[in-house]
């Protein structure tokens, strides 16, 4: 029986990279994407199925996990990696693409695991994997807004964790830094002027492939370029000065 992986943001940059890399291993994917033309060039390339559908509604989460129980029967890996830059000016606040950022890069990841979970357990058990960024992790002043939609989307893999993990059901996510896809496409050139290297979507997707069999769930793996991933680590917050513990937290 093959293994079902499903993938947003498919038809570009990291996401089509995993799709490929995958797909090279006998995985049979489901590709998401709002790009409609893009995602079912790659479906066909990989031969897989595809969606063409807008993440941060929560129908196209429903509607992606349906497919891939309609078209393989079960699904065992989920990469929630469909996102998008800030760019939200603070000075001339612009609602709508607040809400998109938001959307996109938080709701959609949230309605991606609300709608996975219950196939990934029927099927057994599986591995989420959520694109999150460095931006997660580390405070990047040029997008504010990106900053914290990342850092949600790292918030949720960790206090997912464990309750998931009872369902046999692991969750991580991959911090990549700057990768040379669309995304970054108009930075490029800045970036070669500097000398600073960027990442491939080939390097992140192999990151992304061992997220989905690290050991550790709640895993977040450091991508940068010339080093293999690593995870990251928390250096944790002190308690109350008497050492209580929360109730219910042993
Ligand atoms: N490129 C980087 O430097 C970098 C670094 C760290 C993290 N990331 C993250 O990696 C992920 C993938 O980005 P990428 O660099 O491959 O970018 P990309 O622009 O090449 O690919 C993103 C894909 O997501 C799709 N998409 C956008 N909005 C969508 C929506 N609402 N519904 C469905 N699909 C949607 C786009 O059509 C595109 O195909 C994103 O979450 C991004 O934040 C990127």
């Known amino acids: ?51 063409a559908a807008d993440v941060s509604s929560e129908e196209a989460s429903q509607e992606a996990v349906a497919l891939a129980e309609s078209r393989y029967g079960r699904l ?30 938080v ?36 997008d504010p807004i990106y900053t914290m939609t990342k850092h949600a989307v790292v918030g949720l893999v960790r206090a997912l964790a464990e309750p998931l993990a009872a369902q046999n059901i692991r969750i991580s996510a991959v911090c990549p830094g700057f990768t040379d896809t669309p995304l970054v496409a108009e930075a490029r050139e800045m970036f070669v002027n500097a000398g600073f290297p960027l990442l491939a979507a080939g390097d ?25 991933p690593v995870p990251y680590r928390y250096s944790g917050v002190p308690g109350p000065a008497g050492g209580q513990r929360p109730p219910g937290a042993d």
């Open 107 to 142: 709701d959609g990841v949230v309605f991606g695991v609300q709608a996975s979970v219950p196939l990934l357990a029927r099927s057994g058990g599986g591995a989420i994997v959520a694109t999150a960024s460095l931006a997660g992790l580390v405070a990047f002043a040029g």
């Open 204 to 228: 992140v997707a192999a990151a992304v492939e061992s997220a989905f069999y690290a050991d550790t769930p709640g895993t977040l793996l450091i991508v940068q370029p010339g080093r293999q």
């Open 1 to 51: 029986m093959s293994t079902v992986a499903l993938i947003t943001g498919a038809a570009s940059g990291i996401g089509a990279a995993v799709a490929r890399r995958l797909s090279s291993r006998g995985v049979r994917c489901v590709l998401v994407d709002l790009d409609g033309e893009g995602v079912e060039r790659l479906a066909k390339e990989v031969d897989g199925a595809w969606l």
């Open 76 to 105: 065992d890996l989920v990469h929630l990696n469909a996102g998008i830059t800030g760019r939200v000016d603070f000075a001339e606040f612009d609602l709508a693409r607040y809400r998109k950022v938001v959307g996109v890069n």
